[in-house]
């Protein structure tokens, strides 16, 4: 059973196309992220939901915008795809308890290659 | 800012040998530190966990540690196996929910 699943798991396109990735996990967890990986292997956090609501927005472009339908769904659009937006996309899942002992689950990642 | 760094950026050892991955950030006010294996072309698997209030955790062959007061955690991976290959990526959680990540520890075990 895979807790955390993203689909596609590559996805090449070219310059100016809109593309979605989407993103579910079966852990019950209330928050998810999107972080992005780029060229250099440095992982960086996008945006993160708690409860179907926007809490972090780490100032990344506006042709991004995550939908969160329910709370074991967490999907990312980009709009109008640039050259660097290539890179591998993760999505990830934990369960905020206020003690400190929050593991986030990470999904297998989205590759995506924007030609 | 708080930034997360991670040294060597890679390491090459035989079978065996015991190893220590460092990690250091400049934020005091961490929430937990947790350490995560990546595979080439996979997601990532997390590894340990220590809460603000703890020393040190362990798993196996594994253990980590955190000291707040130097801003530094290690991973000590004993008897190490061609296995344990992977790169180690540490991150620090402060007040939000957001994980600031290293760029991370590429391992080699060599048999």
Redesign the interface.
Known sequence: DTA?SQTPKYLVTQMGNDKSIKCEQNLGHD?M?W?KQDS??????MF?Y?NKEL??N?TVPNRFSPKSPDKAHLNLHINSLELGDSAVY?C?S?Q?QG???????????TRLLVL | KQEVTQIPAALSVPEGENLVLNCSFTDSAIYNLQWFRQDPGKGLTSLLLIQSSQREQTSGRLNASLDKSSGRSTLYIAASQPGDSATYLCAFQGGSEKLVFGKGTKLTVNP
């Open positions: 955390v928050t992220y972080y250099k292997k440095f992982l960086k956090i993160s708690n809490i972090i780490e993760f990830a934990s905020v003690t400190g002992g929050e593991t986030q689950y990470f999904g297998p990642g």
